[in-house]
Nanobody, 127 residues
Framework: QVQLVESGGGLVQVGDSLRLSCAAS????????MGWFRQAPGKAREFVAA????????TYTDSVRGRFTISRDNSQNTVNLQMNSLKPEDTAVYYC????????????????????WGQGTQVTVSS
């Protein structure tokens, strides 16, 4: 049984940093592109970032590029999202997702491209 478990969310102030982690189990982790999505209240879930199977390629949505960094540790079956310079518009539930495919490309931005999802972790940025 595949499980993706996010952690690290919380309530922070504008400009603060936060590090999200996602622990994967029940899958061959190195065979998957890993992504982060988020859903703000009243909005559709949107792509945030993704990393290829070995971390060699990463993709970011424009609004977080330069502030967020996605990384993975294949020895620990984890993927992280380091979020710096947080803004109120970053407030959302953040989801970890896994897409089967050991490719060098990480540019997978659509929800339907991912087979497995975590339960999400809340990030609230207060002004």
């Amino acid at each position: 049984q595949v499980q993706l478990v996010e952690s690290g969310g919380g309530l922070v102030q504008v400009g603060d940093s936060l590090r999200l982690s996602c622990a994967a189990s029940g899958l061959s982790f190195q065979g998957y592109t890993m992504g982060w999505f988020r859903q703000a209240p009243g909005k559709a879930r949107e792509f945030v970032a993704a990393t290829s199977w070995n971390g060699g390629d990463t993709t970011y949505t424009d609004s977080v590029r330069g502030r967020f960094t996605i990384s993975r540790d294949n020895s620990q079956n984890t993927v992280n999202l380091q979020m710096n310079s947080l803004k109120p518009e970053d407030t959302a539930v953040y989801y970890c997702a896994a897409r089967w495919g050991r490719t060098s490309n990480s540019n997978y931005r659509r929800e339907v491209e991912y087979q497995y999802w975590g339960q999400g972790t809340q990030v609230t940025v207060s002004s």
